[in-house]
T-cell receptor, first 111, second 112 residues
């Protein structure tokens, strides 16, 4: 059983398109996150939701919009994709202040 | 401004020997530190953590040491095994946020 699963694993799309990445966790955690790993391999937090409420919103373009329909899901919508959005996006979950469990990642390539 | 730094991008050790991975941080408000291991095309997996009230935590072959005065932590793996070859990320958090700040990672290669 996958604890944190995200789909798709690979996503290739053209500039200007709108795309979504889905994430689900079955760990019963109350907090979910989106992290981005850029071409230099840095892992940086983008968003955090606790019980469906946005609690962390780092300096991210407003083309990126997270949506949490319930505690177990946190989806990431990206509008008007740009070349610089190409990266690996990781979903994660944790109890409020505990260790985070990560999904396998979604490699987004914008062409 | 990088608050968590791993200054060694790579490390190579012989199987059976000790691997020591280092991490420095600048924010004295961090009170929880973690090490993650990452294989290619997979997400980071949790390895071991330490609270700022401790200076050592051990789990099997893995031990994390924390030196708060130096704002430094290290991960010791002994004995190292070829399956330990991966990228290791150090991370730190303030307990009231849950947000993890990651270092840039160290690629460990354990040679048979």
């Amino acid at each position: 059983d996958t604890a944190v699963s995200q789909t798709p694993k690979y996503l290739v799309t053209q500039m200007g398109n709108d795309k979504s990445i889905k994430c689900e966790q079955n760990l019963g955690h109350d907090t979910m996150y989106w992290y981005k790993q850029d071409s230099k391999k840095f892992l940086k937090i983008m968003f955090s939701y606790n019980n469906k409420e946005l609690i962390i919103n780092e300096t991210v373009p407003n083309r990126f919009s997270p949506k949490s329909p319930d505690k177990a899901h946190l989806n990431l919508h990206i509008n008007s994709l740009e070349l610089g959005d190409s990266a690996v996006y990781f979903c994660a979950s944790s109890l409020r202040t505990g260790k985070a469990f990560f999904g396998q990642g979604t490699r987004l390539t914008v062409v | 401004d990088q608050q968590v730094k791993q200054n060694s991008p790579s490390l190579s050790v012989q199987e059976g020997r000790i691997s020591i991975l280092n991490c420095d941080y600048t924010n004295s408000m961090f009170d929880y530190f973690l090490w993650y291991k990452k294989y290619p095309a997979e997400g980071p997996t949790f390895l071991i953590s330490i609270s700022s009230i401790k200076d050592k935590n051990e789990d099997g072959r893995f031990t994390v040491f924390l030196n708060k005065s130096a704002k430094h932590l290290s991960l010791h793996i002994v004995p190292s095994q070829p399956g330990d070859s991966a990228v290791y990320f150090c991370a730190a958090s303030e307990s009231n946020t849950g947000k993890l700040i990651f270092g840039q990672g160290t690629t460990l290669q354990v040679k048979p």
